[in-house]
């Protein structure tokens, strides 16, 4: 018995590949609002001696760099372009963001000839990640069925217009 359509159903599968970076992208972003959303609250609420609010206003929702078009990965962090000056000098929380999510431990600073004791870790991501996580999953879970099957459907008659 022979198989017929298997190469105009190999075909369609590939063009719908190519043509899901963009709601795939779109959906992602649309999911992970929540998540930004409580990042930039946990930040403001954080016990910091200083707080210029550049930390806050850096968040923002971004590919991840060298990942596929067909497999885009999305996360919450600090946009590396933000820098702000502020009465305590330059501030690029891309910098320091990690140091406040996860802490320091002891370390030598030479440039003031002591050693510092170490900050405890006071974590704004990691928090906002578990507190949504199932809504980011549901609202991505929501938005993607309807777009890729109105791709496919413009596929569809892209086809049989041929």
């Known amino acids: 018995m022979a198989v017929r359509g298997s190469r105009e159903a ?3 599968m590939r063009e719908l590949s190519r043509q899901i970076a963009v709601p795939l992208g779109a959906t992602s972003r649309f ?9 930039k609250a946990n930040v403001r609420a954080l016990p910091l001696k200083e707080s210029t609010g550049t930390l ?15 497999n885009p990965t999305f996360q919450v962090g600090p946009n590396a372009a933000v820098q702000r000056a502020t009465q305590y000098g ?5 910098r320091y963001a990690h140091l406040i999510e996860f802490g320091t431990a002891p370390h030598y600073q030479p440039e003031r000839g002591a050693v510092h004791p170490g900050t ?8 906002a990640y578990f507190a949504t996580r199932e809504d980011v999953v549901k609202r991505f ?14 596929l569809a008659k892209k086809a049989g217009k041929t």
Do not use: H
């Open 10 to 12: 190999s075909a369609a």
């Open 31 to 39: 999911a992970l609002q929540p998540t930004l959303r409580a990042a």
């Open 56 to 70: 806050a206003a850096s968040l923002v929702i971004k590919q991840k760099p060298r990942t596929s078009k067909v």
């Open 90 to 94: 330059s501030r690029r929380p891309v």
């Open 120 to 127: 405890r870790p006071m974590p704004f991501l990691t928090p």
């Open 141 to 154: 879970g929501q938005k993607i069925g309807p777009e890729m099957e109105k791709r496919a459907a413009k």
